[in-house]
């Protein structure tokens, strides 16, 4: 089936019925110009609706599911269908979450209390630039890595520091960490807040995105 090329077809994968509804409604205010090609309630709901002939462009779609959550879905996605763009809707914004969110490749990140003007910007930006990020994370996250290029080359990392960066962008807690390192906690506490003072980064997502940034992980 061709698509009109005026439109861009989306699809709601979330467990919640009620909230379905409403980001309905939203994306009514949004864009007439919109299709729905299904609901879903979870990521294996979604594989059962996901026509190969005519595959939505963007997936809205949360976190927390029953039976398979958005991590996995999104995981299947890039296995199976990669030119299906993910835009997160969700109220989970822990630095975890969103870690494993970015390596799995989704192209925006917004909180269920979004306004429909965010709402639209997001879906026009996913379909004009590839990716529409809130300034949660832009402000936050990204842009304690876009340092000048001559501050960057003069940081050097140690193996200890490289391997602790690299446990970082797991789901690894830091007492795991400090198990895997064979240290204390307070010694990872160390590694930590060292490299936070180093690579002027704030969080734990920041140390995942230089790592990325800097080929330490891959996604």
């Known amino acids: 089936m061709q698509k009109d090329l005026q439109k861009i077809s989306i699809a709601l994968v979330d467990d919640h019925k009620l909230f379905r509804k409403g980001l309905l409604g939203l994306i009514e205010m949004v864009d007439n110009n919109i299709d729905i090609l299904f609901e879903a309630d979870n990521g294996i709901d979604m594989q059962k609706k996901l026509v190969p002939d005519n595959l939505p462009d963007i997936i809205l779609m949360d976190i927390n599911m029953p039976d398979m959550d958005g991590f996995e879905s999104a995981a299947w996605l890039n296995k199976n ?3 299906i763009n993910v835009l997160v ?3 989970v914004e ?3 979450s ?3 969110m970015l390596k799995l490749k989704v192209k925006g990140y917004l909180s269920k209390d979004v306004e429909p003007a ?4 997001a879906l026009n930006a996913i379909m004009s630039k590839g990716f529409y990020y809130t300034d949660f994370i832009t402000g936050k996250l990204v ?3 876009q340092n000048e290029h001559e501050k960057e080359s003069l940081v050097t990392l140690n193996e200890k520091e490289k391997k602790f960066i690299q446990l970082a962008c797991s789901e690894l807690t830091y007492n795991d960490i400090a198990g895997e ?8 506490d160390g590694y930590r807040n060292n490299l936070f003072e180093k690579l002027t980064v704030k969080s734990r997502v920041g140390l995942a995105l230089y790592a990325v940034k800097h080929g330490l ?3």
């Not at 965010?118 to 910007?121: C, P, R, V």
């Open 118 to 121: 965010e709402l639209g910007a």
């Open 217 to 219: 992980v891959k996604l």
């Open 98 to 100: 969103i870690i494993r």
């Open 89 to 91: 809707v969700s109220m």
């Open 94 to 96: 822990n630095e975890e």
């Open 81 to 83: 269908h990669p030119t």
């Open 181 to 188: 390192m064979f240290v204390s906690p307070k010694t990872i």
């Open 143 to 145: 842009h304690t890595l």
